[in-house]
């Protein structure tokens, strides 16, 4: 067995905070409250960062409105010592792993590439490039067997993602290697204007899993126990050497690409409102309240805290930092080329930003 | 093939405040009216209009079947241009930004570039590939990479950037009538600059370097985004008593060695200014080529004014990594040996 | 529609002979006869180009032994207004299309890189790297149709190809585009020493093509009649506007990956003996002789023929002009630029090979 | 990190005679025996042993885990060892042939390059990319691309390539130790020269450049494939008189700017000498920065004999598309004005 000085060990989530975090070990109540818990904080963040971006204080942001239940159940099913790979589309997963709100939206805040530590958080960083990271989650994770670790890695990506090849070698190099990896797709229903129709012809994305010899389902994205129940599944099913899943979840992009984006220009906002009477928080609530799990109290406690997390994303935002001109030399190589040891001496010098 | 009727269709046209982004859609529809065999397709390129609005309106004009949405599929957008081509069609495709054509860099290195050469000319790919590129707007990561010393090693490509919007329309008529594969590098922070213009334009044939603004001290050699810094550094520099000529080279490939050469010989003092890195960058080749056949005239070492040799950077840090009129200036004080 | 001056028109094959054109107006006892003498011929060429690259006259080849009845089965089905998109391997289906023996070795022979017209014989250069050609046929196959053309193209590739993130963007071009192809893989059981088992965990290959919404076949690639049923059903549904099939054929690689490989090395050479007992050619000899179609005469006329062909393309490999310097310029641009034209000066006027 | 105990292990071991493909197959045993965080991976490098032979017997030696073979899929077999370096594993991947490390491209360019700086320093990517590389030894298209070009341009990278048999077996021993990710160009036609040693052997540092022959009249900078060629000249010229040195790059990123100009300072006169197509190649950046650098101490322009600019040709023509001893003993000429 390799000897790897690898990244994983504690169980321990650093950031992790009660009010996100989830633990397979959970009784069924308890993972519903704070997974309804986390959607409630999750989409008040969404709500927070598109406010700074419109505000000025993000170069852009793209939410996941609608998408909690996919945000959330992805991440709840993981323990700290899993990895995720999300996409620009996922600083709610982000979030709810704990990773510090002001950290997660450092790279939309047009500050430096990736705010928070990735080793320490078990989390990669947004990845932009479509489906790119999906083979990255599987080089770790079978480098994590190797070391005898029992490491899932879960790849978030969209459903114009799914027609890139890197998608495709990705998802075949991990059925081939039965490596323990989650490939949860969140099939929105668009890629910025293209509707999935114009993505592919096949009956769900779901179907295409049996061409790569892996298990392939199809959920219903805005329910969150369905979700947290596919992907508990699917990840243990990995840890358990059974190798990788493809899980197709349908949800919808209920507001823009990005804040730059307009999309009357491409769809019918009818679609948009009939979406959001599937919304993923107001099903979760409705049932919770029937089960009586879920009171007005309960609801104004949970309020007050999506407040509080939101109101310390704006501030800590607003008060982050600036990157410095020396960042950019300090870490291309682990010891400056010559040439470039030249240029960190006249450039590296003058301040941080504006 | 059918014959251009563009110039005639829209001659009466009357001058008027045109954006980069609005001479390169009307570039594409002037040629789809010109020639049928255009077709356009790309990722947003059809009912959105692209990202950046360049196709607006012509998928409305011309239908779907003439430009389309493409699954995003890089290679394999490439790939298909390739085959459209090879069947007789004119393609234009869209790589929706500059790091995003990387995953096509197969397609255009081994096919798009050497089917002509391969095939001893029996089949032939003129693709134009719209590669939006460069920096200076503000884009989180990969959004923002000067790619086009990636391609102009290769040969059987024409590697062209428009630095006016002029030549933005000029240039991309001429490259989609061309029977070669050309990479069509527009620069994104200049997509917003106007000019009051009346299309469609004549300009200067590819292949052909322009000088921007002429002068007796120093040369600099320059191209796409870093016109409008080059030329607002030549004037900083006139304050300082310096004469700068500005040559603009608009394509890369082929390139221009005897404009290029005049200038510099008469100034005997260049400066190549660019915004990718510097480190086997495109301004090697120009410095290397041009001191080969300039050295006599040479007072002092060809410079180089360039971004940085580090990935690009954050918005933040934009204007760190960017060239600057200060670093250009500085640059042409050296070639005085002032420093 | 579009006016292309495109490359098509006359149902006519250059260089094609009767000797190996099929035509999809014959009847079935045509069609089989004449499939199983192109086989003939076609195994003899290829036995003949390996003794060519044995006795250093080719640089090297890529034998298709044991593949004859995909070969010809596959080009059997076509017009030739048809467009081929070959790889490395499928010599043999290229002469089949009547494309002359010598010029269709120019490139192993270490000669110019393709040595026929794509063009006049709607065949595309043999293609290397892999999978990459599935996307030209892809867009062939849509401008063929936007000039109203009825024009169909076939990628041939093979079983390792299919892992490629090319393959997959290609395959979902053509059917949500529904563009005329059809992708014919020949599953030889090997990709150079790698296994099927090391290249996928999937029942078959033809179970990618519910992925991708299109209709996929799993056929006996060494059973002529049903490669040929099979891919006239493929092309004549493209034809007709149904949009593309994936076809994998279950063949055989019985001979080495090229002539400078080991099988040895990698499998057990019992494998390639077992299959040598589901010989192609035999089979179907076999069932032409039990139907009166074949007798020791024809068996001797069509041997004749092949031992014909094959002296005829050892004779004009060996004669094959040698390629001149000047050609490395003469096709790199319509035009050469300056710096190139310099260099055709210098370098371009020495003479040609030794 | 496991010490590296490599260098006792194999102490023992005699002078022999030892190709360049038995010194990175050594170079790899012992680095897999010295770390066992080296893991070996890509097309055929199994039981096969790679098409070369480089990564014979090592599955065999070090079991399936450690040295195994992957569906074809260039990208991901990339992305696949960014994950594993991101985890601390030390993975060595093959692509198979120059041109088909094309469709990694991406990987390479956005992920590779980048991922130490993106995540300041908290991940890094010490992987090492073996790209067999170079013509000459009769390969069909596709077979004989010189890429390093394509890679010297990007910050994060180091470009790695030996051009002796020692080196082939050091550099790479210290690429795999190396913590930043490392493009290892592998010259194919000097695969079967053979030297005289005892491995391990230990070479000067990856960014040192090497003087393989003093010189005072001119100065050939190369490397890889080409070094023998420029050795051979130099014999060459020294009968026509003319007293050659001859600098080995070793490593094109770092590039030992000091090494070279320190013997461009010396001889006054230049020659880069290199396999790939010389618009925009390595070259370009070496004539660049020499000049930058010795100006004042040139007697002539730097000169460049490569490849021709032409897509690489069919064996039978190679021999006219590669630089030669003829063409070099002409640039050395021109830069004394004889011709
Ligand atoms: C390789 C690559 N090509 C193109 C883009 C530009 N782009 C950014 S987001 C996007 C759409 C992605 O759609 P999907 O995968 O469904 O994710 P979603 O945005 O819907 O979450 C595109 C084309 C990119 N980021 N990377
Ligand atoms: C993009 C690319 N990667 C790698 C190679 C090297 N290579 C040549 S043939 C081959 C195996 C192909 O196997 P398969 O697709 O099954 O076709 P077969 O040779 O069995 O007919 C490989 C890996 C290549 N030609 N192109
Ligand atoms: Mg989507
Ligand atoms: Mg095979």
Not at chain 1, 28 to 39: K, P, S, V
Not at chain 2, 3 to 23: G, P, W, Y
Not at chain 2, 40 to 47: A, K, P, T
Request: charged share 20%; with cysteine.
């Amino acid at each position: 067995m390799l000897n790897l000085d690898h990244l994983n060990g504690s169980d321990h989530m650093p950031g992790s905070t009660a009010a996100t975090a989830l633990s397979v070990r959970d009784d069924e109540e308890t993972i519903l409250l704070r997974g309804y818990r986390a959607m409630v904080i999750g989409r008040r963040f969404d709500q927070q960062a598109t406010n700074l971006a419109k505000q000025g204080y993000l170069a852009v942001y793209p939410s996941s409105y609608g998408q909690e239940a996919c945000q959330i159940g992805a991440v709840s099913a993981l323990r700290a010592t899993d990895w995720l790979f999300p996409t620009y589309r996922d600083s709610m997963a982000i979030v709810t792993r704990g990773v510090d709100p002001a950290q997660t939206l450092t790279l939309l805040r047009g500050d430096w590439h990736c705010g928070y530590d990735p080793a320490a958080t078990r989390t990669a960083p947004h990845c932009t490039p479509l489906a790119t990271q999906a083979s990255h989650a599987v080089g770790l994770a079978m480098a994590a067997r190797l070391a005898g670790d029992d490491t899932v890695a879960v790849v978030l990506c969209g459903d114009g993602s799914t027609s890139e090849g890197d998608f495709h070698e990705a998802v075949n190099l991990a059925a081939v290697f039965a490596a323990p990896v989650v490939f949860l797709v969140q099939n929105n229903g668009y890629a910025i204007s293209v509707p999935l129709a114009k993505q592919t012809r096949a009956r769900s994305l779901a179907a295409k899993a049996p061409g790569y010899g892996i298990p392939g389902v199809q959920i219903d994205g805005n329910d969150l126990p369905e979700v947290y129940a596919a992907m508990t599944a699917a990840v243990e099913l990995a840890r358990g050497g059974g190798g990788p899943t493809l899980i197709e979840a349908i949800t919808y992009r209920v507001g823009p690409h990005t804040n730059a984006d307009d999309p009357s220009r491409y769809r019918d906002e009818a679609e948009a409102l009939a979406w959001r009477r599937k919304d993923p928080i107001d099903r979760l609530g409705a049932t919770l309240r029937a089960r009586g799990l879920l009171d007005d109290d309960l609801q104004q406690a949970i309020d007050a805290d999506a407040e509080e997390f939101a109101a310390r994303t704006r501030r800590t935002v607003i008060e982050y930092p600036a990157p410095t001109a020396a960042e950019m030399f300090a870490h291309v190589y682990a010891a400056l080329p010559p040439h470039l040891a030249e240029q960190a001496d006249r450039y590296g010098r003058e301040g941080g930003a504006a | 093939m059918t014959t251009d009727v563009a110039s005639t269709v829209d001659v009466k046209q009357r001058v008027a405040t045109v954006s980069m982004v609005k001479a390169i859609n009307t570039a594409l529809r002037d040629a789809m009216l010109a020639d049928d065999r255009v077709v356009m397709f790309g990722e947003d390129v059809g009912r959105l209009g692209g990202v950046f609005r360049v196709t607006e309106g012509l998928s409305a004009r011309f239908g779907d079947e003439r430009c389309f949405d493409t699954p995003i599929a890089e290679a394999g957008i490439l790939g298909a241009a390739i085959g459209m081509a090879v069947y007789g069609a004119r393609p234009v495709v869209e790589m929706q930004f500059d790091a995003f054509a990387y995953p096509a860099f197969e397609q255009i290195i081994s096919h798009l570039a050497k089917m002509r050469n391969r095939t001893r000319g029996a089949l032939s790919t003129p693709v134009v590939v719209r590669v939006p590129y460069g920096g200076g707007i503000g884009a989180v990561e990969h959004h923002s990479d000067s790619s086009e010393a990636y391609m102009t090693h290769t040969p059987g490509l024409h590697i062209v950037t428009p630095a006016t919007v002029s030549d933005a329309y000029g240039l991309l008529r001429q490259a989609i009538r061309g029977a070669d594969p050309v990479l069509f590098f527009e620069p994104k922070r200049l997509y917003w600059d106007t000019e009051e213009l009346a299309l469609p334009v004549e300009v200067e044939p590819i292949g052909r370097a322009v000088v921007r603004r002429p002068g007796t001290d120093v040369t600099l050699i320059t191209y796409g985004p870093a016109l409008p810094l080059a030329l607002a550094a030549a004037d900083a520099a006139a304050e300082a008593g310096y004469d700068v000529a500005v040559v603009d080279l608009r394509s890369l490939v082929p390139f221009d060695e005897d404009t290029v050469c005049d200038a510099v010989t008469k100034t005997g003092r260049a400066v190549v200014v660019h915004e990718a890195s510097g480190f086997g960058g495109f301004g090697a080749e120009v410095a290397a080529r041009v001191t080969e056949r300039c050295f006599n005239y040479l007072e002092a070492p060809v410079r180089r004014v360039t971004g940085l040799d580090v990935p690009y950077p954050p918005p933040q840090l934009e204007r760190f990594y960017l060239p600057t009129v200060g670093r250009i200036l500085d640059a042409i004080a050296t070639t005085f040996g002032d420093s």
